[in-house]
């Protein structure tokens, strides 16, 4: 069954994975990951439940923003199906212009989508993921209709929907060319695959990619799909991925995405900051052949569990207001940096001039990563020497 919520014509579509996401707090350090061992007892400092997945938090991180929205999202007739849609209304901002929608999709058989997100204070997150009502989610549960008006459609996490990647991405293809030919702009994030998928990746983004505008990955599933090989290298030591990539490596991760077909690609590295590098762009002569790098900003920490979904919403956000490439880049991590300021993903984004004013007024950044530290620099934009500018 088919039950909107405001319904509206959106400025941006968003379809795919979506989460009821229950939180325990995990405040003192000294509770790390290494405290979880069998028949022990962490006492938590309390709990937040909230919706979430790539849809919620980037659809979500946009509203805030200031941008009209429609969320598509497909949950059970359950009770955590129901928590999802009263949590989900009370978050969305009512705006007397534009106020964001969400298109339901309800599923009578399978249970609403859950995940236990355990994020101990100075830690990474680890997940706890049920898939429900992801797993029967497809393109057809997509509003064709509203989607065509849409300037922008994002879909998330095709890794995490069984339905879509079972055809080797076909039918996800046929979605974003049609798309494409009502002059959409089309965006595509990725997830880690589960470690007993089977499914060719590579092949599914040569697939996919030729009618994606942009592509927007995180370093790890990326090299996962791309350079197993590497990845599994670079992997054996002790440090995260995103301190031990080299130039070279993302580089050629890049140039094999734009060979597929990609318009942009947006690699996210966690802390390390956002490496960007285009070529056919977006219609627009300042996106073509650009190569960008940016380092984060300094935050104090509370959770990182939908940063980069964040991002995203800043990066759609900063091209649908016409910015230059650097802006949208430099804007972007603001945005992935207002989000890691609170538990959840969207509780701690502002509105875009918040933004823009404290990224303008000195917000100190970290350093950059040691791959980027002599390409040239300007207000923390470095460019490569693949950048056309």
């Not at 991180?61 to 009263?86: A, N, P, W, Y």
């Not at 991002?311 to 804007?331: A, F, S």
Request: charged share 20%; net charge negative.
């Amino acid at each position: 069954m088919t039950r909107p919520m405001q319904r509206n014509s959106p400025t941006v579509m968003l379809a795919g994975h979506v989460s009821l996401d229950i939180m325990p707090e995990i405040a003192t350090k000294s509770q790390g990951f290494e405290s979880f061992r069998p028949g022990g007892l962490i006492v938590v400092d309390g709990y937040h439940i909230v919706p979430g997945g790539s849809v919620i938090n980037t659809g979500l991180t946009l509203d805030r923003l200031g941008e009209s929205v429609c969320m598509v999202v497909k949950i059970g007739t359950d009770l955590f199906g129901r928590i999802f849609q009263e949590s989900l209304a009370d978050l969305i901002q009512l705006r007397d212009e534009n106020p964001s929608a969400v298109f339901v999709r309800e599923d009578s058989v399978s249970s609403t989508s859950f995940t236990i997100v355990v994020s101990p204070q100075g830690d990474d997150r680890m997940f706890l993921a049920y898939p429900g009502t992801n797993k029967t989610f497809d393109v057809t549960d997509i509003p064709m209709d509203e989607a065509n008006h849409a300037k922008v459609f994002h879909f998330g996490y095709p890794p995490l929907l069984e339905r879509v990647y079972q055809d080797g991405g076909h039918s996800l293809a046929c979605l974003f060319r049609s798309l494409q030919q009502n002059h959409v702009i089309t965006s595509l994030d990725m997830c880690m695959p589960g470690k007993d998928s089977d499914v060719d990746w590579l092949q599914f983004l040569r697939t996919v990619l030729p009618f994606v505008d942009i592509f927007a990955p995180s370093l790890e599933e990326v090299m996962l799909m791309v350079a197993p090989h590497r990845y599994r290298q670079l992997g054996e030591g002790s440090r995260p991925l995103a301190m031990s990539i080299t130039e070279a490596d993302l580089v050629e991760t890049a140039e094999s995405l734009l060979q597929m077909g990609a318009g942009v690609v947006l690699i996210k590295l966690g802390a390390e900051g956002l490496y960007v590098r285009t070529g056919r762009g977006l219609n627009a002569p300042s996106w073509a052949n650009r190569e960008l790098y940016t380092p984060c900003f300094r935050v104090r920490e509370v959770g990182t569990t939908g940063a980069g979904d964040a991002t995203i919403g800043g990066l759609l956000y900063g091209i649908l207001r016409g910015l230059e490439p650097e802006g949208c880049v430099k804007y972007s991590v603001g945005v992935g940096a207002h989000s890691v300021e609170a538990v959840d993903a969207t509780s701690g984004i502002r509105t875009w001039e918040e933004v823009v004013f404290r990224v303008e007024h000195g917000w100190e950044r970290h350093r950059p990563h040691p791959a980027f530290e002599t390409w040239r620099s300007y207000c923390d934009i470095y460019r490569g020497p693949r950048d056309a500018n």
